[in-house]
């Protein structure tokens, strides 16, 4: 079994910083991508900021030069600093990984993780 983990969503008051992380853990052979979306309440989930394999990081255009994303591939674990943070940054974040399993090495699926709060008050 495969499973993403996260952790450092809250509460924060806007001009602050937060920073999530995501591991993944369990029978993994392969990981392809792995990245951060989230998701309004009434709005669509979007692209926060992640990579694939062999490319480079995609950042949503209203995070630029305010959220860094980064990965420690030793650890499968990607994070997610935020600063600057805006009310309207205010959505469940949720971790994304394209990995394959020890038991079917050529299959690639997207896991999620649970979701982690984060609510930025004006």
């Known amino acids: 079994q495969v499973q993403l983990v996260e952790s450092g969503g809250g509460l924060v008051q806007a001009g602050g910083s937060l920073r999530l992380s995501c591991a993944a853990s369990g029978s993994i052979f392969s990981i392809n991508g792995m990245g951060w979306y989230r998701q309004a309440p009434g709005k669509q989930r979007e692209l926060v900021a992640g990579?694939?394999?062999?490319?480079?990081?995609n950042y949503a255009d209203s995070v630029k030069g305010r959220f860094t994303f980064s990965r420690d591939n030793a650890k499968n674990t990607v994070y997610l600093q935020m600063n600057s943070l805006k009310p309207e940054d205010t959505a469940v974040y949720y971790c994304y990984a394209l990995m394959s399993r020890s038991d079917a090495k050529r299959t690639y699926f997207n896991y999620w993780g649970q979701g982690t709060q984060v609510t930025v008050s004006s």
């Open positions: 990579i694939i394999s062999g490319g480079g990081t």
